[in-house]
């Protein structure tokens, strides 16, 4: 089944205490992308990637990393938390060809930085 | 500065007849357009698109209409079912590039049977 996974689906964590949120696709796709969805806010791009090793900042990158030193996998980490990235993210994928069609997400990830 | 824009937070509408969803959006270099739909716990899933050279596109009982000078776009539901209540989300994008998307905020659709 073509998916994206995300792990863990819910997390709860305190100001500065590094963590990383996993993102996977098994549908060979180039390009993957983080976003965070706030009430009144919508969805917003935190970063993507086109391909391996190919990474950029979206529109609210800040305090954010990423990594993609594998097609399926672009983990999202958070090296010191703050309260304000309480957010629910998503992770996304899709092909990068002519033919782009729509981007594939994952389940989300609920967070909470007491 | 939000590109995109769903100014209605809520749609309510009885089951059988239509449902019309809005979105603005301000950036004239915006060529495709997309439609999402999102239930509770889950993630937005694909619904509809449509590229600016066209000014309609139909899939079923989902037809997006496309208003380039308006720089407005609207999903009809045709007719509504109560599966289709969800969080139903715009976005835009450019052909070229990176290809990004930029969301509206999402409007909260409700059909009641």
């Known amino acids: 089944e073509a998916q994206v996974t995300q792990n863990p689906r819910y997390l709860i964590t305190v100001t500065g205490k590094k963590l990383t949120v996993t993102c996977s696709q098994n549908?060979?796709?180039?390009?993957m992308s983080w976003y965070r969805q706030d009430p009144g806010l919508g969805l917003r791009q935190i970063y993507y990637s086109m391909n391996v090793e190919v990474t950029d900042k979206g529109d609210v990158p800040e305090g954010y990393k990423v990594s993609r030193k594998e097609k399926r996998n672009f983990p999202l980490i958070l090296e010191s938390p703050s309260p304000n990235q309480t957010s629910l993210y998503f992770c996304a994928s899709r092909t990068q060809g002519p033919l782009r069609g729509a981007q594939y997400f994952g389940p989300g990830t609920r967070l909470l930085v007491l | 500065d939000q590109q995109v824009k769903q100014n209605s937070p809520s749609l309510s509408v009885q089951e059988g007849r239509i449902s019309i969803l809005n979105c603005d959006y301000t950036n004239s270099m915006f060529d495709y357009f997309l439609w999402y739909k999102k239930y509770p716990a889950e993630g937005p899933t694909f619904l509809i698109s449509i590229s600016s050279i066209k000014d309609k596109n139909e899939d079923g009982r989902f037809t997006v209409f496309l208003n380039k000078s308006a720089k407005h776009l609207s999903l009809h539901i045709v007719p509504s079912q109560p599966g289709d209540s969800a969080v139903y989300f715009c976005a835009a994008s450019y052909q070229t590039g990176a290809n990004n998307l930029f969301f509206g905020t999402g409007t909260r659709l409700t059909v009641i049977p």
């Open positions: 549908m060979n796709h180039e390009y």
